[in-house]
């Protein structure tokens, strides 16, 4: 690669370096040093304004900050030092995830070289090696600017860091050659090591370094914005036309061209009408295009990257060009690649960008769902952002009953209910699991439940990718496109790390609601304990008013357990919870509290006799004996009823109930009692 230094180029830097300095020497030393720095090196504007990632300052300001630092700390290593803590100054939360779908340590350097040189006039940044285990980047300078030490320390620093970003140990980084010892570039030789570190801090290293990409990729796309906009691009096509048209003699030119995210070609025309520049533009793009027997000049518009279109100049008579004006011609068709090329870099910058936000706020919704369903309805919502397609269905298997199940539609929010369901083999599921790589539905051959997948969805075409997690189906994610998808399309390569994310999403939020659940009911007979009512403070704090609550105490249950073990103590219980739920209305609660006693929360009732009936039907449901271990027993309870007057919570209800439980005790076995009415 030829760098040539840009004379008239503004010498300028991103404010990114003097925040990281400023926030490296704020952490060490305290404000007050900071405060000492910006003297010496004779600042007047706020921290903030020089700490802003998003502005430019002058090279020479950025010096003089740096040099500043040096001598007030004595520490010739704070450059380096700082460059090292860029992750951890300029980062965001939530996003472990995201950054792990970089790949490797060098994908991010490769990356960082990318775009480093976007935010500074001084130097270009080439990744020119890259392995598992290390890079080789080049700078270039390219302005007049005397090379210095200080870039040199900085710029070693932030490459660096790059592999913590990954809990990877960093094993070292070479500078090979350096402009400031007269070599013609800065080689940096970055190496490190392929064990983990601990997780836990390759988590956090990686939730604290992940918004420094993020600012870079959003200052880059403002510096798209402001350098190569659609139309300075068409701009520079036209002059590009007219100055051929000045150059090589001809009463006829055409620049076709298009940038690989365009859908039309742009066109520039000099001696032709509109029509006639149209009729031209399809006949010169064509694979082969006819030269008009030498009348026409055609060259191709193509850099090393891509091929935009041809440049054409026409002799509608008889005269041909010569080879100098073919080869002058071509100059100028090469003028227009480097142009479109930008154009082409700057745009796919943006798109990246665009991508990364979009995959940031899904990573963010997904890390705040608190259930399977929850977490499948963000998914499908945001997936059309992320892959850019029209529409996003999550359906989610349980593995248990072998079902499919719609979770999550991007065209309607399903609020976490499931809807259509479909039975799924565990065969198939497995296979499922297996596969690393999105299906195109018009090639699934599968048996069960993704023969109706059509039906679930609610469409004929698109792609569907496995959500597995430790090899075990979670779910799946289908897309439609709306258009003819290529087995080498942007949506293909991209679905796999949104399936990821997914996975750890939904993979979470199982385990969540496994301790949810187990916090909330009883382990012995998987009935609700106390603690739902934590969990629904609403159901707590309500008036009871035409509620009631049943106490059950089970009779010499003691005695059961004394003369027949706690395992057969343990058998009853799960038959009783069992009868108690077999005969309850919808909207009521069975309870256990611990121990032999149970609570019926009762929904809405005319009066207490209606709750003192349904306490009779419950004493009716334990007559029967009960098999435990092969023994038969006979079991009653006696059950205390409360029923709310219009002031009650269901903690006064329970207390009034467990009285009246007592009393059902004093009079016998088999007994209901209701607690007398509060007096308001």
Same mark, same amino acid.
């Given at each position: 690669?030829?760098?040539?230094?840009?004379?008239?180029?503004?010498?300028?830097?991103?404010?990114?370096?003097?925040?990281?300095?400023?926030?490296?020497?704020?952490?060490?030393?305290?404000?007050?040093?900071?405060?000492?720095?910006?003297?010496?090196?004779?600042?007047?504007?706020?921290?903030?304004?020089?700490?802003?990632?998003?502005?430019?300052?002058?090279?020479?300001?950025?010096?003089?900050?740096?040099?500043?630092?040096?001598?007030?700390?004595?520490?010739?290593?704070?450059?380096?030092?700082?460059?090292?803590?860029?992750?951890?100054?300029?980062?965001?939360?939530?996003?472990?995830?995201?950054?792990?779908?970089?790949?490797?340590?060098?994908?991010?350097?490769?990356?960082? @070289?990318?775009?480093?040189?976007?935010?500074?006039?001084?130097?270009?940044?080439?990744?020119?090696?890259?392995?598992?285990?290390?890079?080789?980047?080049?700078?270039?300078?390219?302005?007049?600017?005397?090379?210095?030490?200080?870039?040199?320390?900085?710029?070693?620093?932030?490459?660096?860091?790059?592999?913590?970003?990954?809990?990877?140990?960093?094993?070292?980084?070479?500078?090979?050659?350096?402009?400031?010892?007269?070599?013609?570039?800065?080689?940096?030789?970055?190496?490190?090591?392929?064990?983990?570190?601990?997780?836990?801090?390759?988590?956090?290293?990686?939730?604290?370094?992940?918004?420094?990409?993020?600012?870079?990729?959003?200052?880059?796309?403002?510096?798209?914005?402001?350098?190569?906009?659609?139309?300075?691009?068409?701009?520079?096509?036209?002059?590009?036309?007219?100055?051929?048209?000045?150059?090589?003699?001809?009463?006829?030119?055409?620049?076709?061209?298009?940038?690989?995210?365009?859908?039309?070609?742009?066109?520039?025309?000099?001696?032709?009408?509109?029509?006639?520049?149209?009729?031209?533009?399809?006949?010169?793009?064509?694979?082969?295009?006819?030269?008009?027997?030498?009348?026409?000049?055609?060259?191709?518009?193509?850099?090393?990257?891509?091929?935009?279109?041809?440049?054409?100049?026409?002799?509608?008579?008889?005269?041909?060009?010569?080879?100098?004006?073919?080869?002058?011609?071509?100059?100028?068709?090469?003028?227009? @690649?480097?142009?479109?090329?930008?154009?082409?870099?700057?745009?796919?910058?943006?798109?990246?960008?665009?991508?990364?936000?979009?995959?940031?706020?899904?990573?963010?919704?997904?890390?705040?769902?608190?259930?399977?369903?929850?977490?499948?309805?963000?998914?499908?919502?945001?997936?059309?952002?992320?892959?850019?397609?029209?529409?996003?269905?999550?359906?989610?298997?349980?593995?248990?009953?072998?079902?499919?199940?719609?979770?999550?539609?991007?065209?309607?929010?399903?609020?976490?209910?499931?809807?259509?369901?479909?039975?799924?083999?565990?065969?198939?599921?497995?296979?499922?699991?297996?596969?690393?790589?999105?299906?195109?539905?018009?090639?699934?051959?599968?048996?069960?439940?993704?023969?109706?997948?059509?039906?679930?969805?609610?469409?004929?075409?698109?792609?569907?990718?496995?959500?597995?997690?430790?090899?075990?189906?979670?779910?799946?994610?289908?897309?439609?496109?709306?258009?003819?998808?290529?087995?080498?399309?942007?949506?293909?390569?991209?679905?796999?790390?949104?399936?990821?994310?997914?996975?750890?999403?939904?993979?979470?939020?199982?385990?969540?609601?496994?301790?949810?659940?187990?916090?909330?009911?009883?382990?012995?007979?998987?009935?609700?304990?106390?603690?739902?009512?934590?969990?629904?403070?609403?159901?707590?704090?309500?008036?009871?008013?035409?509620?009631?609550?049943?106490?059950?105490?089970?009779?010499?249950?003691?005695?059961?357990?004394?003369?027949?073990?706690?395992?057969?103590?343990?058998?009853?219980?799960?038959?009783?919870?069992?009868?108690?739920?077999?005969?309850?209305?919808?909207?009521?609660?069975?309870?256990?509290?611990?121990?032999?006693?149970?609570?019926?929360?009762?929904?809405?009732?005319?009066?207490?006799?209606?709750?003192?009936?349904?306490?009779?039907?419950?004493?009716?449901?334990?007559?029967?004996?009960?098999?435990?271990?092969?023994?038969?027993?006979?079991?009653?309870?006696?059950?205390?009823?409360?029923?709310?007057?219009?002031?009650?919570?269901?903690?006064?209800?329970?207390?009034?109930?467990?009285?009246?439980?007592?009393?059902?005790?004093?009079?016998?076995?088999?007994?209901?009692?209701?607690?007398?009415?509060?007096?308001?």
């Amino acid at each position: 690669m030829d760098h040539q230094p840009a004379e008239e180029a503004r010498h300028e830097l991103s404010n990114t370096m003097a925040g990281v300095l400023l926030a490296h020497l704020r952490q060490v030393a305290g404000p007050r040093l900071v405060d000492e720095v910006l003297n010496r090196a004779g600042e007047t504007r706020s921290l903030e304004e020089i700490s802003d990632s998003a502005n430019w300052s002058s090279f020479e300001s950025i010096r003089d900050l740096f040099e500043a630092a040096v001598e007030v700390t004595g520490d010739p290593t704070v450059p380096r030092k700082a460059g090292a803590d860029i992750f951890r100054h300029y980062s965001s939360d939530a996003v472990t995830s995201l950054m792990r779908s970089l790949g490797e340590p060098e994908a991010v350097l490769r990356l960082i @070289a990318d775009f480093a040189g976007k935010q500074t006039t001084l130097s270009a940044f080439e990744c020119v090696d890259s392995g598992s285990t290390h890079a080789v980047i080049e700078v270039h300078r390219i302005s007049a600017v005397p090379a210095q030490r200080i870039w040199c320390d900085y710029t070693a620093g932030v490459f660096s860091a790059v592999p913590d970003i990954f809990g990877l140990p960093f094993a070292g980084i070479e500078e090979v050659q350096c402009q400031t010892r007269g070599d013609g570039v800065c080689r940096f030789e970055v190496t490190w090591r392929q064990e983990l570190a601990d997780p836990a801090s390759e988590a956090d290293a990686m939730a604290e370094r992940m918004a420094s990409l993020t600012s870079r990729f959003g200052a880059l796309e403002a510096m798209a914005t402001e350098l190569a906009s659609v139309d300075d691009v068409d701009t520079a096509l036209e002059t590009i036309t007219h100055r051929a048209a000045i150059a090589v003699r001809a009463p006829h030119y055409l620049l076709a061209v298009r940038l690989p995210r365009d859908e039309q070609v742009r066109v520039h025309r000099v001696g032709l009408t509109e029509a006639e520049a149209r009729t031209l533009a399809t006949e010169i793009l064509a694979e082969h295009p006819d030269d008009r027997d030498g009348t026409r000049l055609i060259v191709d518009v193509a850099s090393s990257v891509h091929r935009f279109g041809r440049l054409v100049a026409v002799n509608p008579g008889v005269s041909r060009f010569a080879p100098e004006e073919r080869r002058l011609l071509q100059a100028y068709a090469g003028h227009a @690649a480097a142009a479109l090329q930008t154009a082409a870099a700057l745009a796919e910058s943006r798109a990246r960008v665009h991508a990364l936000q979009a995959l940031l706020d899904l990573s963010g919704a997904l890390a705040d769902a608190q259930s399977t369903g929850e977490a499948a309805d963000r998914l499908a919502i945001s997936v059309p952002k992320v892959l850019d397609c029209e529409e996003a269905v999550v359906l989610t298997w349980d593995p248990e009953g072998e079902m499919l199940s719609c979770r999550g539609h991007s065209a309607r929010s399903l609020d976490g209910t499931e809807t259509s369901l479909a039975h799924l083999p565990a065969t198939t599921a497995r296979r499922l699991a297996a596969t690393g790589h999105p299906v195109v539905l018009d090639e699934v051959r599968a048996p069960g439940g993704l023969r109706t997948l059509a039906g679930m969805v609610g469409f004929d075409g698109g792609v569907l990718m496995s959500i597995a997690a430790r090899g075990e189906l979670l779910g799946l994610l289908v897309v439609r496109t709306g258009e003819e998808l290529g087995r080498g399309g942007g949506l293909l390569a991209q679905l796999p790390g949104v399936a990821s994310l997914a996975a750890t999403a939904l993979d979470n939020v199982a385990l969540l609601e496994q301790v949810r659940h187990q916090a909330l009911h009883d382990p012995l007979t998987g009935l609700p304990n106390l603690r739902i009512l934590q969990e629904q403070p609403g159901l707590a704090r309500r008036s009871w008013c035409r509620h009631a609550v049943l106490f059950v105490d089970l009779d010499g249950f003691k005695q059961v357990n004394d003369e027949l073990g706690h395992a057969c103590g343990d058998e009853l219980l799960v038959q009783v919870a069992a009868r108690l739920q077999r005969d309850i209305r919808a909207g009521d609660t069975v309870v256990r509290i611990g121990g032999d006693e149970f609570a019926v929360l009762l929904g809405v009732v005319v009066d207490a006799a209606e709750a003192e009936a349904i306490a009779g039907r419950l004493l009716g449901q334990l007559e029967p004996p009960f098999d435990v271990g092969g023994r038969t027993l006979t079991v009653s309870a006696s059950i205390g009823v409360a029923v709310g007057d219009g002031g009650d919570t269901v903690e006064q209800l329970l207390a009034r109930s467990d009285a009246a439980m007592y009393e059902a005790k004093r009079a016998g076995r088999a007994t209901v009692r209701t607690a007398a009415a509060t007096v308001g």
